[in-house]
């Protein structure tokens, strides 16, 4: 829309004379404009809303009767929502739309005092933004529809001060998680800063009380060992928050919506290390004007150095030993020694194994993080060990049946087929089964008790013709 001095100008050059093709390319408008401007008054004022109102341009006013009454009805309640405005005037007689009555609204309601905006910076090595996002991706050659996107979880860290950037694929947005990548970008930047700033969610603050934030432990005992502080955003308050939430559209923006990935097991997590590199080597950051790693260094001399390796860090985990000698963690049972039955312990969480303490160090077990077939992890003896705590004949029985069962779906079918086919000689069974057991190890006795099945060798008395079949170097039951 032209303004006022372009139309004064329209009209003082057709009062001099010259044709409107001629203006209309001096002034880049069209002709029709032209002829237009020259049918109306003239222009003897620069208000631009008085003379629109004068021709009649824009949305037609609320009439003054309905202000009146907007008014009266927010005097007598500040809070009433556009909606019930709308439908109080459509029960009156005078429908509006609900952006005329946002319209209205912003004209009539009073208006807070505008605040100072307060930018969150930090200097050297004091505070880093930290937060989980999600991004929908698509894998080369495939269309854009919902079932050919892939849901990718990920988690973002950059230094406040250099903006020095890292990315993480996650698998969930669960404490290990966040304290995993959290490490694994320490690492990346080369140092710890001061304090990671969060939003509040609930793997960091499980609640408050009395109004301070109870920390998530296993998180506050992370930050606790690498010397490095928990700072939350205030509920609420977006320019806060902005930093934090801007973090995570940036990444996505630039990254996972920018690109198509061949699949995300191999080509996304290289092509995120090679965006990773240009965007901290390479791409002068808006905020610094030269790349990350410039500021970097001046960071790294205020920071303290990580305590221990992300991959050699153990996850502090509360739990107690169940009266069966087990712990159970994220479905999986771990055998404990038979004297710690009822204890509480510390369970120490790293990425392939896992170490349980308890009684001061008095038992302790290292077991694979997650068992090789199951869900049930024993080192070697701790069965037989388990047992000669069992007192009782048919209490340790049913102890060596169960440890037969936990096998899985194969321990189970064989078991069941022992006590239908068997009834009256099972329990005789039983004993020679665990020995052997103890014996070659639970990669190899699968086997056997598979190949039992297979032959409908029911007994324990077979067991030795169907050792010789399976070979002794087996390590991974097939």
Known sequence: MLSMLDRHAVQALLKAGHAPRQIAHQLGISRRTVKRIALEPPVTTVDEAAAHAARGIGRPGVPDAVQTQVR?????????????????????????????????????????????????????????????????????????????????????????????????????????????????????????????VFDNPKTVVLRREAGRPVWNATLAQAMLDDGCRIELCTPHAPEQKGSVENLVGFVKRAFFTARRFQDLDHDLPQQLTAWLAYANTERPSRATGVPPVARRATEQARWQALAIPPDDYGLH????????????????????????????????????RVRIVCAGGKHEALHPRFPVLGTVSYLTGQRAQQLAAVYGERKRLYFMRERLVELGPVGEAYVTELVHQRPHTWKGCIARLFAVLEEIGDARFRVVQQRALLQRLIGAEYLDRVLAQVPESLEVAS
């Open 72 to 196: 009266a009805w927010l005097d007598a309640e500040p809070a009433v929502p556009p909606g019930e405005v709308q439908r109080r005037l459509h029960e009156a007689g005078t429908p509006l739309g609900l952006s005329t009555i946002y319209r209205l609204l912003g004209t009539i309601r009073p208006t807070m005092p505008a605040e100072v905006m307060v930018r969150f910076e930090g200097v050297a090595g004091e505070f880093a933004p930290f937060d989980f996002g999600v991004a929908d991706v698509r894998l080369a050659g495939e269309t854009a529809t919902a079932r050919g996107r892939r849901r990718v979880h990920f988690a973002a860290y950059r230094l406040k001060w250099s903006r020095f950037l890292h990315v993480v694929i996650v698998p969930n947005e669960r404490v290990e998680a966040l304290v995993r990548a959290l490490l694994e970008s320490f690492a990346a930047s080369g140092g710890v800063p001061l304090r990671v």
């Open 317 to 352: 985990v509360p739990v107690t030993v169940g009266p069966t000698a087990m712990v159970a963690y994220q479905g999986v049972r771990y055998a404990m020694p038979a004297k710690a039955c009822g204890l509480p312990a510390t369970l120490h969480l790293y990425p392939t």
